[in-house]
Nanobody
Framework: QVQVVQSGGGLAAAGGSLRLSCIVS????????MAWARQGPGKEREVISCIDWSGSQTFYTDSVKGRFTISRDNTKNTLILQMRSLKPGDTAMYYC?????????????WGQGTQVTVSS
């Protein structure tokens, strides 16, 4: 049984930083690409960052490029999203996702979500 368990997030002031973590079990972690997605109030869920199985290839949507960093530790089955220079527009529910294909647009496994709220 695959489990994707998220932690981190919470409340931050604009300009601040937060860190999200995701621990995956029940699959061969280093055989999977990973991603972070978010869903803001009244918006559809969108993938904001992807990382391939080795960590050598990454993608960021324009809205977070230069501010967010995705990384993974395959020895700990862990995915990280370091968020800096946060803006109120980053307020959303954030999700971790896993799939065999890198940034394919379709993700097989999802975390439970964690709320990030950025105050102005």
């Amino acid at each position: 049984q695959v489990q994707v368990v998220q932690s981190g997030g919470g409340l931050a002031a604009a300009g601040g930083s937060l860190r999200l973590s995701c621990i995956v079990s029940g699959l061969t972690f280093d055989a999977y690409a990973m991603a972070w997605a978010r869903q803001g109030p009244g918006k559809e869920r969108e993938v904001i960052s992807c990382i391939d199985w080795s960590g050598s290839q990454t993608f960021y949507t324009d809205s977070v490029k230069g501010r967010f960093t995705i990384s993974r530790d395959n020895t700990k089955n862990t995915l990280i999203l370091q968020m800096r220079s946060l803006k109120p527009g980053d307020t959303a529910m954030y999700y971790c996702a896993a799939d065999e294909d890198y940034c394919s647009g379709s993700w097989k496994y999802w975390g439970q979500g964690t709320q990030v709220t950025v105050s102005s």
